[in-house]
């Protein structure tokens, strides 16, 4: 089975910044998607990674290592609006997408 | 470009009955899959279609099926439902194959009384 693993729950204050983990243990590989869940709302796609190393977008960053099956997703100066659930994703080999359970990040003020 | 459209957006059901969703995917998209989201047990992948044939599966017994249409969009089926198919139902598309991203529809939030 797929096995992805983040952390339930983290909180920060406004303008600070967090690091969230995904680990990974999957039959196959072909990529790592991170998503932006609001409460009620739909997830939206944030960044991909396929290759190791950062992918920088804004205020989001992105890493990858392929070879110890982990990423984070770093969101820096944070605003309240980011307060939502972060959702790492794998594509395995036959491009199904195995989701972590999710994220919820707090930001306080 | 209109986005992913689910319908509907919520539905209330009894045991015993079945219920049919629809998904339309954007424009040009011809790849749809779905998915269960519940509290407990986050994002499950239900089913792929591409080209109106299933081409990925979950693990989700028989009384989920799908279909899709000439022109995309995508239909799901639950039969007999249960209590525990209270969930929020999302479908996602997207262009191309391989690893391009999905993009979500807000969901069909289905209840079971």
């Known amino acids: 089975g797929q096995n992805i693993d983040q952390p339930t729950e983290m909180t920060a204050t406004e303008g600070a910044i967090v690091q969230i983990n995904c680990t990974y243990q999957?039959?196959?590989?072909?990529?790592l998607f991170w998503y932006q869940q609001h409460a009620g709302e739909a997830p939206t796609f944030l960044s991909y990674?396929?290759?190791?190393g950062l992918e920088e977008k804004g205020r989001f960053s992105s890493f990858l290592s392929r070879s110890k099956g982990y990423s984070y997703l770093l969101l820096k100066e944070l605003q309240m609006k980011d307060s939502a659930s972060y959702l790492c994703a794998v594509i395995l080999n036959d491009y199904k997408l195995s989701f972590g359970a999710g994220t919820t990040v707090t930001v306080r003020a | 470009k209109a986005g992913v459209t689910q319908t509907p957006r919520y539905l209330i059901k009894t045991r015993g009955q079945q219920v049919t969703l629809s998904c339309s995917p954007i424009s040009g998209h011809r790849s749809v899959s779905w998915y269960q989201q519940t509290p407990g047990q986050g994002l499950q992948f239900l089913f792929e279609y591409f080209s109106e044939t299933q081409r990925n599966k979950g693990n989700f017994p028989g009384r989920f099926s799908g279909r899709q249409f000439s022109n995309s969009r995508s239909e799901m089926n639950v039969s007999t439902l249960e209590l525990g198919d209270s969930a929020l139902y999302l479908c996602a598309s997207r262009g191309g194959d391989g690893n391009q991203p999905q993009h979500f529809g807000d969901g069909t939030r289905l209840s079971i009384l």
């Open positions: 999957t039959s196959g590989f072909n990529g």
């Open positions: 990674n396929v290759l190791d």
